[in-house]
């Protein structure tokens, strides 16, 4: 008889976004005249910038016509598209061959198919609070987990120590949820710690656009030594849109090599397997926003968002809550007030603010006593939802 994979059954269920749709449900039940202010949502509120629908629209033109047609696309990816990635690293100062440059549907589906790459039996550490699909995804996979809480003593970034036994590696910055951003000195740590060990980082770029200090990095292939170690894992959903349109990307570098195998060309043997590519149609979308023109309009949407996290973090200092990100983030992170518990927390603000936000504690137990307000809501919303608890919270 076949067996299931007996890993679902290790999977803690998702409690998270489950339990606050219940919690919110319930509560627009009993109060129809309520009007919420959703703060919590990771997805964006926007529409995708003009460049992007004319470049999808003209990709449909180009479906429509005999001498225009394609068929299936390149595994890797479209041509134009990886060679529009590897120019957007090269004016960052990052040099990448245009086959270390993977075009994919997102990082979601990445970071579940990576792990095909690497041994079972390498352990992965998990940095929490923590996105719950490296959880879920390596449970999947059969893999090991171990587990680096982070706090407010070392701003939600820990550093390597020796003693710390995993040989993959999640770093995710700028972080969900806590708005953090590895600066240099500290993301050469986890560099050297890996190419020590021969541990591989998986990191995940999905917000890098939100960063703003020219000082910290928005890839992890502008610390030395990052190409022996690291894989790249990007997305275009934060960063212009794509949350329902879906596109991404993700490099892994020529050099990086254990035991005599190469990931780059097994990542190539990987998705001429298992994908046909992703959509003409949807690589012409994404190739624009790689354009100047492109990146002008999604850095206006990304202003908006920006804009929103201030309008959060001032009400939250205002009110006297500790937090921090939302500054090179899309996320701010802020501790409860009064002793609350994430979940108490909640149901204060939904209940006496008509306020949704995410409770920390669903990104891991040291998440306990924070919660996460997202920036990604509309304007007017965020404005009203700050105003509320300001007015619930200021002393
Ligand atoms: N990584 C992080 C840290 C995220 O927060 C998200 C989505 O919220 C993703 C990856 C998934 O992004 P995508 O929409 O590209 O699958």
């Known amino acids: 008889m076949l067996r299931p994979n007996p890993h679902y059954a290790e999977l803690k269920d998702s409690y998270l976004f489950y339990n606050i749709a219940q919690k919110v449900k319930a509560f627009s039940e009993k109060n129809p005249g309520a009007k919420l202010c959703r703060m919590g949502i990771g997805d964006v509120s926007l529409p995708l910038c003009d460049v992007a629908i004319r470049a999808l629209r003209e990709g449909v033109d180009d479906q429509a016509k005999k001498e225009t047609f394609r068929g299936y696309m390149p595994?890797?990816?479209?041509?134009f598209l990886r060679e529009a990635i590897a120019n957007f690293y090269a004016s960052r100062g990052v040099k990448l061959d245009v086959d270390e440059c993977f075009v994919s549907s997102g990082a979601s589906d990445e970071l579940g198919d990576i792990l095909d790459l690497f041994d079972k039996s390498s352990p992965a550490l998990i940095i929490e609070p923590a996105y719950p699909?490296?959880?879920?995804?390596?449970?999947?996979?059969?893999?090991?987990?171990?587990?680096?809480?982070?706090?407010?003593?070392?701003?939600?970034?820990?550093?390597?120590?020796?003693?710390l036994d995993a040989d993959l590696i999640y770093l995710c910055s700028p972080n969900n949820p806590t708005g953090a951003v590895f600066p240099k000195a500290k993301l050469q740590e986890w560099v050297d710690f890996a190419n020590k060990r021969g541990a591989i980082i998986l990191f995940d770029a999905a917000y890098e656009a939100f960063i703003e200090d020219p000082d910290l990095p928005r890839s992890i292939f502008e610390i030395d030594g990052a190409k022996?170690?690291?894989?790249?894992?990007?997305s275009l959903s934060k960063t212009a849109g794509f949350t329902g349109t879906r596109l991404g990307y993700t490099v892994?570098?020529?050099d990086l090599e254990r035991e005599g195998a190469n990931f780059n060309a097994m990542w190539v043997r990987n998705r001429t397997t298992k994908t046909n590519g992703v959509s003409y149609i949807l690589q012409?979308?994404?190739?624009?926003i790689f354009t100047p023109e492109g990146q002008k309009q999604i850095r206006e949407n990304i202003q908006v968002y920006k804009s929103n996290a201030k309008t959060i973090a001032s009400a939250l200092t205002e009110a006297g809550l500790w937090n921090c990100g939302g500054q090179n983030s899309p996320y701010v992170w802020a501790q409860c007030p009064d002793g609350m518990g994430s979940w108490e927390f909640f149901d204060f603000l939904l209940e006496r603010g008509n306020i949704v936000g995410t409770p920390g504690v669903g990104f891991g137990t040291c998440g306990e006593g924070f919660f996460r307000f997202?920036?990604?809501?509309?304007?007017?919303?965020?404005?009203?939802?700050?105003?509320?608890?300001v007015e619930l919270l200021g002393k």
Not at 135 to 162: H, M
Not at 379 to 388: H, L
């Open 75 to 79: 595994e890797c990816g479209a041509p």
């Open 133 to 163: 699909a490296y959880i879920d995804a390596s449970v999947i996979a059969g893999r090991q987990i171990v587990r680096l809480p982070s706090g407010k003593e070392n701003g939600f970034l820990p550093s390597p120590s020796e003693n």
């Open 228 to 234: 022996t170690c690291a894989i790249e894992i990007c």
């Open 252 to 254: 892994v570098p020529k």
């Open 284 to 288: 012409k979308g994404g190739a624009a």
């Open 374 to 389: 997202s920036a990604f809501g509309d304007v007017e919303e965020t404005k009203e939802g700050a105003r509320r608890i």
